[in-house]
């Protein structure tokens, strides 16, 4: 039987990591239970296509995609297995006892989860430890990096197995070695998210004023450089510790809300909608899409062509594609 990855969960996530795997000519295997599965799999792929082309990436030799009609037939013989089920221990975990009872003994099961510790996902699986966190980025066929994080019962063989996929679809992976609730980018990003959610409720700002500091101020920064880099240079010729020695003491200033959220009522909900209608709601989903995966292109190719950040990670993906070598680890 040929080798395939399997999906289970087409969703936004999962589709475009099926995506990712095919577009490295890796075939796929996929368990949805939507109706819409297999339209939103092949919009998520034409996606990636058109991004691919937009990239210059050689035309890669497709892998192909099956869809399947229960969990069992879809992880059966799988190499490697991505869970993406909502985020919801009570869905994920019997999800997860399911292939692990049917697939290979050692075959590496990553759940997508964003922010669920792994070590809550494996306690009642069959082998529990070939089971860990593969947290990726959407859109998983653009950006490359996945958060690998191990739980209690997770072997370093299953964690290298995982880093060891993940980069033969040019991917990015970070070793998360402290479990812990998130990761690393969630937490930052859900510390954002909080603020944000706060300047709305306390009518300092819209939704689209909230994307606009971002997109024309910082978030270019952050695209190719990050955060301790980007104060590293704010620093100027004293460099970060010049930086902290002048802005630290902002640390004790009201700048933050910190861990406090306003409750999520109908008024605060509502409000953030009608503001992202008028902000967004000119372009469909798949045209917003469009337009986010054309900017993500043109950032990857500046910093391809520096030779920089995320571009390094694309150059490899260019030289993977243009030569033959195997589809697994």
């Known amino acids: 039987m040929a080798e395939h990855a399997a999906i289970v969960g087409a969703g936004v996530i999962g589709a475009a990591w099926a995506a990712r795997f095919v577009m ?53 013989d799988a190499i490697h297995v991505q869970e993406s089920a909502p985020e919801d221990p009570g869905i994920k975990i019997p999800i997860l006892e399911a292939i692990a009872a049917a697939c290979p003994s050692d075959t590496v099961i990553a759940s997508s989860t964003s922010g669920i510790k792994p070590s809550v996902l494996q306690p009642s699986i069959v082998n529990p430890e070939r089971l860990l966190v593969g947290h990726p980025f959407n859109p998983v066929y653009l950006l490359p990096l996945v958060e690998v994080c191990g739980g209690a019962l997770t072997s370093q063989a299953a964690v290298d197995m995982a880093m060891a996929t993940y980069a033969s679809i040019s991917m990015k992976p970070l070793h998360v070695r402290v479990e812990i609730d998130a990761f690393i980018a969630d937490r930052l990003l859900e510390a954002v998210w909080r603020e944000a959610l706060w300047l709305v409720n306390d009518g300092v700002a819209t939704t689209e004023e909230i994307d606009d500091s971002i997109r024309y101020g910082f978030g270019l ?14 620093g100027g010729e004293g460099g970060i510790g010049h930086f902290i020695a002048q802005f630290g003491p902002t640390l004790s200033w009201p ?61 490899e993906q260019r030289g993977r594609l243009e030569v033959s070598s195997p589809r697994w680890p």
């Open 24 to 76: 490295h000519g890796i075939d796929v295997k996929i368990s949805d239970p939507s109706p819409h599965a297999e339209r939103i799999m092949g919009e998520v792929l034409d996606n990636a296509r058109v991004a691919w082309g937009e990239l210059g990436l050689p035309a890669p030799v497709e892998g192909s995609i099956t869809f399947c009609d229960s969990i069992e037939n879809t992880v059966a």
């Open 221 to 234: 920064r952050w695209a190719q450089m990050g955060l301790f880099e980007t104060y590293r240079i704010a």
């Open 255 to 315: 700048y933050s809300k910190l861990m406090d959220t306003p409750e999520l009522t109908d008024q605060l909900v509502d409000a953030i909608a009608s503001q992202s209608d008028d902000q967004s709601g000119a372009h469909s989903i798949r045209e917003l899409e469009r337009i986010r995966d054309r900017n993500l292109v043109g950032f990857l190719q500046v910093l391809e062509r520096n030779e920089w950040g995320a571009g390094v990670t694309l150059a």
